[in-house]
C-alpha cells in the first residue's frame, strides 16, 4: 500500500505499507480524498511524539465490514476512538476518553495512505449531493460548530476571529449563520478573497480595535495570535481557543481573573450537523481548496500547506 509515514519529524512516502486489516466492528476503507490540516503540520514540527500514517481529515469508500450494508458506501469518520470503558466514556464523553487513539495523530495510522480502518460506529455516510471536495472538510467543520455547541453566539454580539486559515475560514462561515457582528482578521489576500466573497468582514490584524468584543476566537494556531486575541476581548467576555500549539504558552493568568474573562478550550466537534449543513450549502468549502497533490508528491504537498495564506492542499490516491 502507498502511504505518507511520519517519524521523528520527518516525513516520506512509501510505497510497500503492509495494508490495514479491519478488526471486529471496523471497516476498511479506500480513502478518497485527504486533507493536511494545522495540526499536521505541528506533528511535524514535534506537537505530539506520533510514528506511523498521519491524516485524519478524509472522505472514502468502504471495501470491507462485517455488515454487508456498510459495502460502497461513502463515508467519513469521527477520529476519536474511544475505549467505552473509562469514567469519560461511562459519562457521555467519548471525545475525551481516556484511553482513546486518535485516527493519524495518536496510537492509530490515519489517512495518507490508499486504506486506513475505523470501527463502523465512528462512520457517517456522506449524503448523495455532498461532493468529495466538499464531504473533506466534514471534520474540520466539525470542529468549527464546535464553538456553536460551547458558546451562546446570537444576534448583535461583537464577535471577533483571529485566523483566517484553513479552520478559520470555516468557522467564519459558520459563525455567520448566527448573525453576530462578526469581524475576521485575515492577513493574506488568499484569506481575505474567500470572506469577501461570502459577505463577512475582514480587517488587517495589525490594525484590531481596542478591547470591546464579547467574544475573542483565536485559531492562529501561533502564540502571537492569543496575545492579540487577549487584548480584544472585553471584561467579562469569552476567550475560545481553537488552536494546538507546540510547547508550553505563557499567559497572565492575573489579567483573566480581574478582568473575570471565560476561556474555553474547543477541539472535536458533532460530524451529523456538519454534513447536514454541507448538504443544505449553508457553508460551502468549494473555493478553500488551494491545490491537490497525489500521494507520491506529499512531501511536495506539505511544503505547499506549510507556506503562509495557503489554505486546504488536498491528497489524492490514484483511483480518484
Not at 102 to 120: C, M, S, W
Not at 149 to 160: E, F, K, M, S, Y
Not at 209 to 221: C, K, L, R
Not at 263 to 279: H, K, N, Q, T, Y
Request: with cysteine; aromatic share 4%.
Amino acid at each position: 500500500m502507498r502511504a505518507l509515514w511520519l517519524d521523528r519529524g520527518r516525513l516520506e512516502f512509501r510505497d510497500a505499507v503492509p495494508e490495514p486489516r479491519p478488526a471486529a466492528g471496523e471497516a476498511l476503507i479506500r480513502v478518497r480524498l485527504a486533507g493536511i490540516c494545522g495540526t499536521d503540520l505541528q506533528l511535524l514540527k514535534g506537537y505530539y511524539p506520533f510514528t506511523g500514517i498521519p491524516g485524519h481529515e478524509f472522505v472514502g469508500e468502504v471495501v470491507a465490514a462485517a455488515d454487508p450494508a456498510w459495502i460502497g458506501e461513502r463515508v467519513v469518520g469521527e477520529i476519536n476512538l474511544a475505549c467505552g470503558r473509562c469514567p469519560s466514556c461511562r459519562a457521555g464523553h467519548p471525545r475525551h476518553c481516556e484511553q482513546r487513539a486518535v485516527l493519524g495523530i495518536k496510537g492509530r495510522h490515519g489517512a495518507f495512505a490508499e486504506y486506513l480502518t475505523l470501527p463502523v460506529a465512528n462512520l457517517h455516510r456522506v449524503p448523495a449531493l455532498v461532493a468529495d471536495e466538499a464531504a473533506v472538510f466534514t471534520e474540520p467543520l466539525a470542529a468549527a460548530l464546535r464553538i456553536h455547541d460551547q458558546v451562546a453566539i446570537g444576534p448583535n454580539q461583537r464577535v471577533l476571529l483571529i485566523g483566517a486559515g484553513r479552520l478559520g475560514q470555516l468557522i467564519a462561515q459558520s459563525l455567520g449563520l448566527t448573525g453576530c457582528r462578526l469581524q475576521v482578521a485575515a492577513r493574506h489576500s488568499s484569506q481575505q478573497e474567500p470572506l469577501q466573497q461570502r459577505g463577512i468582514l475582514w480587517i488587517d490584524p495589525d490594525t484590531l480595535p481596542a478591547a470591546g468584543f464579547d467574544v475573542v476566537i483565536e485559531a492562529t494556531g501561533s502564540p502571537e495570535g492569543l496575545v492579540q486575541a487577549r487584548r480584544a476581548v472585553r471584561p467579562g467576555g469569552t476567550l475560545v481557543l481553537k488552536s494546538t500549539y507546540r510547547g508550553a504558552i505563557a499567559v497572565d493568568l492575573a489579567e483573566l481573573v480581574v478582568d473575570e474573562i471565560t476561556v474555553v478550550g474547543s477541539r472535536c466537534g458533532p460530524f451529523d450537523p456538519a454534513l447536514d449543513v454541507l448538504e443544505r450549502k449553508e457553508v460551502d468549502p468549494a473555493g478553500l481548496v488551494a491545490a491537490r497533490y497525489p500521494l507520491e508528491q506529499g512531501e511536495e504537498a506539505f511544503r505547499e500547506a506549510g507556506r503562509s495564506g495557503v489554505l486546504k492542499v488536498l491528497l489524492t490516491t490514484s483511483e480518484t
